[in-house]
């Protein structure tokens, strides 16, 4: 029997990543309750992520057809598909997250792999029920979340993932905000939401 794994997608770019120092807390807590499952971690920013080409789309499409999904090309897709958890750390940019994260998002999105069609209405095909999503933001975030709305959506839409688990802290940059205590408070937020995730 495989080796049960959560698989963490590093969205942070910066090497002191709030975004990421959360993410750690909630792994550290995540490893206690849970022994037994490995965890994977994908840092986007040491990958060679790359968009769906019209080049690209020719040949995957024309691999899909053929039904060998083995592929290389779908290691990303088949190891999100077979996670049986997932958490995705990805910082708050320009209302949304960073640009790497959607390139990973376009490379896991495979027909046949992460998702089918049934009565033409997507099906998901991922073994993971649960994600958690953590983001961090120097601003607000009130209101304009769209990252976090997008991934959510994506997974009880299209992947078949049904819990969606967010944790934002935002106004860490503002003047006047006790940059320490938020993170403290983000902190103990991380540890809860990993104790909840059981």
Not at 19 to 43: E, G
Not at 101 to 113: A, H, P, T, V
Not at 150 to 163: A, F, N, P
Not at 180 to 198: D, P, V, W, Y
Request: glycine share 6%; aromatic share 10%; charged share 20%.
């Amino acid at each position: 029997m495989d080796t049960p794994y959560l698989l963490y997608i590093d969205a942070a770019v910066r090497p002191q990543s709030r975004t990421r120092q959360l993410c750690s807390r909630y792994l550290s807590v995540f490893a206690q309750l849970h022994p037994n499952v490995q965890i994977r971690r994908r840092t986007l920013a040491d990958m060679q992520l790359s968009p769906k080409t019209a080049a690209a789309l020719e040949r995957i499409d024309a691999l899909l057809a053929q039904g060998r999904t083995e592929s290389e090309c779908f290691a990303y897709a088949r190891e999100f598909a077979q996670a049986d958890r997932i958490l995705i750390g990805a910082p708050y940019w320009d209302f949304s997250f960073p640009a790497l994260l959607k390139l990973y998002i376009e490379n896991i999105c495979m027909s046949g792999i992460t998702f089918t069609y049934e009565n033409d209405r997507p099906k998901g095909l991922c073994r993971a029920q649960r994600l958690v999503y953590i983001t961090t933001a120097g601003g607000s975030t009130a209101g304009f979340d769209l990252g976090s709305e997008y991934v959510c959506k994506l997974c009880s839409g299209l992947l078949g993932i049904s819990r969606c688990r967010t944790l934002a802290i935002d106004m860490l940059d503002i003047i006047g905000t006790d940059t320490a205590a938020l993170m403290e408070n983000g902190f103990l937020a991380a540890e809860r939401l990993a104790h909840e995730e059981q």
